[in-house]
């Protein structure tokens, strides 16, 4: 059985960004959907804030709501993430499964 390192190395290393880099950009735009959404939200608060047509406490209590959107946007990124991860780890483990079989079946 002849496994070449070199080329075991580079294609690990393809199939890895290959994977990262198709999961990334969904990511990339809910994270900017995520700061677009929260800039409109608060520029939205403090016209409401400034012309009176909430108090201050009512924008402390909005606040509060905020952060707790936040928290669960950035959960779902850390769920993303993990995906991506384990999309890659699948896609490496089949190059490699592969690449043995390939080795094996050439030494038969």
Not at 24 to 30: R, V
Not at 57 to 74: F, G, P
Request: glycine fraction near 4%; hydrophobic fraction near 45%; avoid cysteine.
């Amino acid at each position: 059985m002849d496994l070449n390192i070199d080329e075991l190395k580079t294609g690990l290393a393809s199939t890895l960004k290959d994977s990262l880099n198709a999961d990334l950009p969904a990511i990339k735009e809910y994270g900017e959907k995520i700061i677009e959404e929260e800039k409109e939200t608060l520029e939205t608060l403090g016209q409401l804030l400034l012309s009176g047509q909430i108090t201050a406490d009512e924008m402390k209590s909005q606040l509060e709501d905020e952060k707790v959107t936040i928290e669960n946007q950035v959960r779902a990124i850390q769920v993303m993430s993990t995906v991506a991860l384990q999309n890659a780890t699948n896609a490496v483990i089949k190059f490699l499964q592969d690449a043995v079989v390939k080795a094996v079946q050439a030494a038969i």
